[in-house]
């Protein structure tokens, strides 16, 4: 089974308006964090933000906001005020565990190709 | 900028070769990941070192190897290289401390072509 599921490969946005981008995870491990990397046709792999499972509230950067639902094994990311430059992949990933001794890997999704509309 | 510098940024090569990327991580962080992005299988974790010592491994063929120095720059070695193998490959550091949080920092990747 995949551990993160994005189950849309694309989405457009009109330019100013909101968008909700989907993750779904699947984990036994009680200890885990979600991750949301953009990645333009740079090519770069860009962090966005983060959220611990053991975190009370939802996790919020500038523009960007994750609705985190923990029951149902959600971390959706909300971008407020589409810009022309949010036009890249958006990959959900989890990391299991806290690792021990620093193993902390990440498990992508296949990502989501946001296209923002002028 | 992440801080984290991944040489070269481009590699062509034929099938057979071998070749080695190089990726210095952060300054301070001790563990180093290294990831294949590629068309058909995504984003994999192939290997992870931490203070110079192996500490996990995902999808790596054993084809390929990896290893951190001294100075904790890393090296991921691939050998006899397949069309398959090419893929942008990325490095990423963190600081492997045991906190929560444990932001992972990448570098700008590595584009292997195989012809």
């Known amino acids: 089974a995949q551990k993160i599921t994005q189950t849309q490969p694309g989405m457009f946005v009109q330019e100013k308006e909101a968008v909700t981008l989907d993750c779904t995870y699947d984990t036994s491990d009680p200890s885990y964090g979600l991750f949301w990397y953009k990645q333009p046709s740079s090519g770069e792999m860009i962090f966005l933000i983060y959220?611990?499972?053991?975190?009370?509230q939802n996790a919020t950067e500038g523009r960007y906001s994750l609705n985190f639902q923990k029951a149902r094994k959600s971390a959706n990311l909300v971008i407020s005020a589409s810009q022309l430059g949010d036009s890249a992949m958006y990959f959900c990933?989890?990391?299991?565990?806290?690792?021990?001794?620093?193993?902390?890997?990440?498990?992508f999704g296949k990502g989501t190709k946001l296209s923002v509309i002028p | 900028d992440s801080g984290v510098t991944q040489t070269p940024k481009h590699l062509i090569t034929a099938t057979g070769q071998r070749v080695t990327l190089r990726c210095s991580p952060r300054s301070g962080d001790l563990s180093v990941y290294w990831y294949q992005q590629s068309l058909d299988q995504g984003l994999q974790f192939l290997i992870q070192y931490y203070n110079g010592e192996e500490r996990a491994k995902g999808n790596i063929l054993e084809r390929f190897s990896a290893q951190q120095f001294p100075d904790l720059h890393s090296e991921l070695n691939l050998s006899s290289l397949e069309l398959g193998d090419s893929a942008l490959y990325f490095c990423a550091s963190s600081d492997g401390t045991g906190t929560d949080y444990n932001e992972q920092f990448f570098g700008p990747g590595t584009r292997l072509t195989v012809l």
């Open positions: 990933a989890m990391r299991e565990g806290l690792g021990g001794a620093g193993s902390y890997q990440l498990t």
């Open positions: 959220q611990g499972s053991y975190d009370q």
